[in-house]
């Protein structure tokens, strides 16, 4: 499985781990499953962090793909299919980072590691929790 991992994942995987519950931990490091970082995680960090309500995302800015690599991940860029089907979804969610991550579970058949309920509440959304 490719798993696709939404920003506080991934930030709680390289910050915080003990926050990760223990079944998605399970899955992250199932050597069967692939990780999948996105542009999205460092856009929203960079983001985030440049408004200072992010300070902690500094380290995984600093190095992105070095992030990804220690976490034996592969990164993926936003294309333009992503982007036109993150625009067509038909979900009120206005976050533009949630509607991208979607979009590119969806066009990638990747799925979504979050615990976001505004995402889990997205029915087309292949979730994992």
């Not at 781990?17 to 931990?25: G, N, T, Y």
């Not at 899955?27 to 996105?38: A, E, H, K």
Request: aromatic share 4%; charged share 20%; net charge negative.
């Amino acid at each position: 499985m490719r798993l696709l991992l939404d920003t506080h994942i991934l930030l709680w995987t390289t910050l915080k781990p003990e926050l990760v519950p223990l079944s998605l931990q399970a899955q992250l490091s199932d050597p069967q499953n692939q990780v999948v970082l996105s542009a999205v995680n460092a856009w929203e960090m960079s983001i985030k962090h440049a408004l200072g309500r992010l300070p902690e995302a500094a380290p995984l800015l600093a190095d992105f793909p070095a992030v990804a690599s220690r976490l034996g991940a592969d990164v993926l860029d936003i294309s333009p299919a992503h982007a036109i089907r993150a625009g067509a979804l038909e979900w009120a969610h206005r976050d533009p980072f949630d509607r991208m991550l979607v979009a590119q579970a969806l066009e990638e058949g990747l799925r979504l590691v979050t615990l976001d309920g505004h995402i889990t509440g997205f029915a087309q959304a292949p979730i994992l929790r």
